[in-house]
């Protein structure tokens, strides 16, 4: 069956300077292989799962000896748990390979099976031990959830080296889809290779893809480049109607459709509600204050705080080690714009020589960077020690001050200079509207390897599809970023 998808324009999130070769990419009946046999291994490891915790819990709730209830329990658990995967679309194909749904559809397994358990119970009034419960699933939770980052793991590093990637076919104008390809092979993460373009005709493609076709003959042009996926950009001659026969048209072949649609910036605000019988797609306001934006501010100060108090011993060590390096001071304090255009001044640890500012003229023709950032991997006015803290952002710690102070959040925009703000253009602006984070999308993103352009694109994305849940993803997905050690310099 097809398939259909949005996808953000801009490839995805985490940008690399690695370049998936589509020439290796598996074709479609090899891809649907590896998928079948990537859903059989996740299957398998969650009977896995809910195995282990049930016999965790048997073991630690009753020790030795057991009764026979509780070991007909422990079989059933395992399956249990695979049929509240089932129901949490746990194993659905849109929420698999990329993104955070399929966690969240783990923990909405837990939740589902800890309520059908007291269902049970009480329906057939037959006492179930709460500490049974209460060690084996959140155990199946927990371990599901790391299992699962594990296989995917695995599988981008496949998809980084080129391997088992869709056989993608690009269907839009001509400048749209010198873009899109573009992003696409900055990102390892997606799955997606390239193999082909239909354009429209007339138009002039620049690109190093063989163009196979144009956009009224997509069943063809995927016949001929073999693809197993199209991906659709956004054009105004490709309208509702002519998307839904081009679907008709894969539906034979079983060719998955992707639209990339230009509301994916929007598109956590979005709603398709019928009006009279038309689906009219309604757009929401940012969730930029309200119950939801009191949750943030004090989830970030007492967060901050307590995270200052657990790392003292580590920031005093941070900072006498700069100290002594070259008898400067620990702390670099700079003007930052925050929220509605308030500056503030930032905590950071120092990490260059003291006398860097005088020396930025010296360095300013070897900028590697573009818009307003200066940017420069091998940057001579860092310290030795300042290279080690910025390798794994402990220079950023600092900046818990800050939260606590109320200047700035734990997730956020990017903290600009004044310079930076003044050759804002206007729509730039709107990443002001909230306060700047220490960590943010560009962080997960890619970090100093991002573009000006694309930094601003995250930011933005940010501020308009803020939610608690997307805080909590990318501060986990920060210790990730760090770890990766890509693009910190």
Known sequence: MTTTEIVSPAGGLRATAARPR?????TGPARWAWEATYMRRLVAVDLLVGTVAALAALQLRFGPLPSRMYLLVTVAFPFAWLAALALA????????????DEYQRVFRAGLGLTAGLALVSYSFNTPLARGYVVIAIPVAVAAGLVSRYLQRRHLHNSWGRGERLRRV???GRAAAVEHMTSQLRQERFHGLGVVGVCARPGESYSGDLPVVGGTDDVAAAVRAAGADTVLVLSTLHIDGAALRRMAWQLENDDIDMI???SLVDVADRTTIRPVDGLPMLHVEHPRLRGATRVAK???DRVAATAGLIMIAPVLLTIAALIRFGDRGPAMFRQVRVGKDGRE??????RTMYTDAEARLADVAHLNEGDGALFKMRDDPRVTPV???LRRFSLDELPQLINVVLGDMSLVGPRPP???????????MRRRLVVKPGMTGLWQVSGRADLSWEESIRLDLRYVENWSLTMDLVILARTVTAVLRLSGAY
């Open 89 to 100: 679309h746990a194993y659905d194909r849109r929420f698999l390979f990329a993104g955070s």
């Open 417 to 427: 200079l004044p310079s930076e703000v003044a050759q804002y253009p206007a729509d």
């Open 297 to 299: 501010e004090v989830f």
């Open 344 to 349: 503030f001044e930032i905590y950071k640890f």
């Open 169 to 171: 076919l690009i269907v």
């Open 259 to 261: 639209v990339a649609s």
């Open 22 to 26: 589509s020439a290796t990419a598996t």
């Open 386 to 388: 300042g290279k080690w």
